[in-house]
């Protein structure tokens, strides 16, 4: 079957920096989005993105962060000055159609660990 | 408020028991997700669900729109069964897109 994939699967970083997490969607999917899950908390919806541009984002999607699908297979998630309250398991997922009965694809994760 | 309740929020069962998951939503959904969350933290999309019921192996999922429930059940449970399941909806904007999560189930089957 095919996969989401997301790199790296652990990530460490000082509080401040820059961090992007990449995400390879599979390959024939349209519809994109980062979710996240604080440790011990529910999974999170981020951002939804189509046809190059964002479709949809929550309020934690605030101006820190941003997302682009730079050449046609990756799709990344770039934190821009990270704080503690960032460190989370981000996942990307996929989707071929945006029809409500269709499932999504979740790559296995990127752990964020902000020091 | 838009919430996505699961229950229970952690249950030990035995190798060979039938396991029910009980999720439920306060607002009218036209989908729900099942998904498994591996020890390593990787998600896996079990099933997506409108109406009615879906079977995969020894999984199903039922789903009462009217009642805003869904359950999960497992037939003849396995030590690799034993995993966090979550339900997710799209009930925050209506939109399919942004889905709301509950806070999981964590199963435990052992031998």
């Known amino acids: 079957e095919p996969e989401v994939t997301q790199t790296p699967s652990h990530q460490v970083t000082q509080m401040g920096q820059e961090v992007i997490l990449r995400c390879v969607p599979i390959?024939?999917?349209?519809?994109f989005y980062w979710y996240r899950q604080i440790l011990g908390q529910k999974v999170e919806f981020l951002v939804s993105f189509y046809n190059n541009e964002i479709s949809e984002k929550s309020e934690i999607f605030d101006d820190q962060f941003s997302v682009e699908r730079p050449d046609g297979s990756n799709f990344t998630l770039k934190i821009r000055s990270t704080k503690l309250e960032d460190s989370a398991m981000y996942f990307c997922?996929?989707?071929?159609?945006?029809?409500?009965?269709?499932?999504?694809?979740f790559g296995s994760g990127t752990q964020l660990s902000v020091l | 408020k838009n919430e996505v309740e699961q229950s229970p929020q952690n249950l030990t069962a035995q190798e060979g028991e039938f396991i029910t998951i009980n999720c439920s939503y306060s607002?009218?959904?036209?989908?729900l997700h099942w998904l498994q969350q591996h020890p390593g933290g990787g998600i896996v999309s079990l099933f997506m669900l409108s109406s009615g019921k879906k079977k995969h192996g020894r999984l199903i999922a039922t789903i009462n729109i009217q009642e805003k429930h869904s359950s999960l059940h497992i037939t003849a449970s396995h030590p690799r069964d034993s995993a966090v399941y979550i339900c997710?909806?799209?009930?925050?904007?209506?939109?399919?897109?942004?889905?709301?999560f509950g806070s999981g189930t964590q199963l435990t089957v052992l031998p």
């Open positions: 607002v009218g959904i036209s989908a």
């Open positions: 390959s024939n999917h349209l519809y």
């Open positions: 997710a909806a799209p009930i925050s904007s209506g939109s399919a897109r942004q889905l709301t």
């Open positions: 997922a996929s989707g071929r159609l945006l029809a409500t009965n269709e499932k999504l694809f």
